[in-house]
């Protein structure tokens, strides 16, 4: 089974664009917790755009499911992260300017850094993914940090899956996302995705070698408000589970 972890960044957007209480990010992850999730994601931002920090606590006190606190690798944000212990915590790139999370971290760049902020939070028993490309050489240098888990940005796979017309192309893209899947698997990691899909492309995910779990947001969240959270993360669930849905094609 893929596990689905609903982000629920998108419902604090709305709240703070008229700087109202409501809608509440807390509310809407016990209503994706009705409806099959398998976790909670939320990303505390240092701008503080979306998601607040009374959320973060709320969301820990309030939910049964397990919460995946998305944060980057900063000071004031590992000592959040120390204090709240959610399950898991998703080390993630991020930039002032930028409209949501774009692209994986420079694992290479920044390795001293990140093993230090892995060792920190997993020390406290908080498991630690890395946001990353799904890459040889981000599966190879992320080895080195001690992380459990990679998340692999797939925003470049759904933009081209998407575009893509015949069943070669998109089974020559999903081969390409599992060859990088079987690498990360057999180094140990723990294989997650996320950026990018919707209903239109995840269920490509059933077919993808070793993936365990997606952490789905915008697409969800959009489409509950025309169907309800509940339902809207019930679909999601189906698309990445049921058979029905697999999308496996014979290569032509």
């Known amino acids: 089974m893929i596990r689905l972890g609903v982000n629920i960044d998108h419902i604090a957007t709305v709240r703070q664009a008229r700087g109202e209480k ?15 999730a ?7 931002r240092e701008d503080r755009r979306h998601i ?20 980057a690798a900063t000071p004031e944000m590992l000592g959040i992260a120390k204090k709240v212990k959610p399950h898991a915590v998703t080390l993630v790139p991020e930039k002032r300017e930028e409209r949501t999370t774009e692209g ?11 093993t230090s902020a892995v060792g920190q939070l997993q ?18 240098v992320a080895r080195e940090t001690g992380a ?3 998340e692999f940005h797939t925003g470049t796979f759904c933009k081209n899956i ?27 990691f723990q294989c997650h995705f996320g950026h990018g899909l919707n209903y239109s ?16 947001g915008h697409a969800i969240v959009a489409r509950a408000f025309f169907y309800g959270l509940e339902q809207a993360v019930r679909d999601m669930k189906a698309l990445l589970n049921d058979a029905k849905n697999n999308p496996r094609i014979l290569k032509v």
């Open 22 to 36: 409501y809608p509440d990010p807390v509310q809407a992850a016990i209503l994706a917790e009705l409806g099959g």
């Open 38 to 44: 398998d976790n909670i994601t939320c990303h505390l």
């Open 52 to 71: 607040q920090d009374r959320d973060v606590f709320a969301l820990k006190d309030s939910i049964k499911i397990p919460l995946n606190f998305e944060i």
């Open 104 to 114: 994986g971290l420079d694992v290479k760049r920044n390795k001293s850094s990140l």
């Open 123 to 140: 020390d406290l028993g908080i498991a630690v993914s890395l946001f990353v490309e799904p890459t040889a050489e981000s599966v190879e």
């Open 148 to 150: 459990v888990a990679l």
């Open 162 to 188: 998407d575009k893509s017309v015949t069943s070669r192309d998109k089974c020559r893209l999903v081969d390409e996302l599992s060859v990088v899947s079987k690498l990360a698997h057999g180094a140990g």
């Open 201 to 216: 492309n995840a269920s490509w995910l059933q077919v993808v070698a070793f993936a365990e779990e997606a952490n789905i």
